[in-house]
């Protein structure tokens, strides 16, 4: 029972380099979500999707894109990372929509240099 | 736009005393209010969750909290602190309509012998 599976746990990039995070889910939820968690900011959402072939933008959406082409994934793309996107990363996935229990995977620890 | 706020960003306790952790929100519509916990270098697990009825939700490993409609809070309490329940706290809130859950910026619980 894997829950949410994200890949890599860390990662070191260079200002300018583009990379993508991986998100998987095996419970068959329709919602799943990417937030940013930096200190005392608690967890910003970046984006969102509440079904495969939809998405949207979060609280801040700037410099990541994403795609849900199955139920199952979710991947974040960073097009030209910069040293304000180091962050750690954590996908969730929900049921049906975010007013119903959250599952976290266990988090990217992203630096760019 | 929903909005949280808790206040103090590091309470500290010693084993045996009660907790206190103060969440207010703001809100267009009833919420969805939610407290979820992480432990160091994990993702975050929900603690207990408030949709509709009984105002008083009580969740796992003995915490509870309440819902104040008339001042716009969740406080999240436990009689006797345990050295286990050192973690940072996170409350949320999410409109009616699922879409987006938003957090506050986290309280820090240290638990001293």
């Known amino acids: 029972n894997a829950g949410v599976t994200q890949t890599p746990k860390f990662q070191v990039l260079k200002t300018g380099q583009s990379m993508t995070l991986q998100c998987a889910q095996d419970?068959?939820?329709?919602?799943m979500s990417w937030y940013r968690q930096d200190p005392g900011m608690g967890l910003r959402l970046i984006h969102y999707s509440v079904g495969a072939g939809i998405t949207d933008q979060g609280e801040v959406p700037n410099g990541y894109n994403v795609s849900r082409s199955t139920t199952e994934d979710f991947p974040l793309r960073l097009l030209s990372a910069a040293p304000s996107q180091t962050s750690v990363y954590f996908c969730a996935s929900s049921y049906l929509r975010a007013n119903t229990e959250a599952f976290f995977g266990q988090g990217t620890r992203l630096t760019v240099v | 736009a929903q909005s949280v706020t808790q206040l103090g960003s590091h309470v500290s306790v010693s084993e045996g005393a009660l907790v206190l952790l103060r969440c207010n929100y703001s809100?267009?519509?009833?919420?969805?209010l939610f407290w979820y916990v992480q432990y160091p270098n994990q993702g975050l697990q929900l603690l207990l969750k408030?949709?509709?009825?009984?105002?008083l939700v009580k969740g796992i490993n003995g915490f509870e909290a309440e819902f104040k409609k008339s001042e716009t809070s969740f406080h999240l309490t436990k009689p006797s602190a345990h050295m286990s329940d050192a973690a940072e706290y996170f409350c949320?809130?999410?409109?009616?309509?699922?879409?987006?859950?938003?957090f506050g910026g986290g309280t820090r619980l240290m638990v001293k012998p």
């Open positions: 809100s267009s519509v009833p919420p969805y």
């Open positions: 408030y949709t509709t009825g009984a105002t």
């Open positions: 949320a809130v999410s409109d009616n309509a699922g879409n987006m859950l938003t």
């Open positions: 419970m068959n939820h329709e919602y």
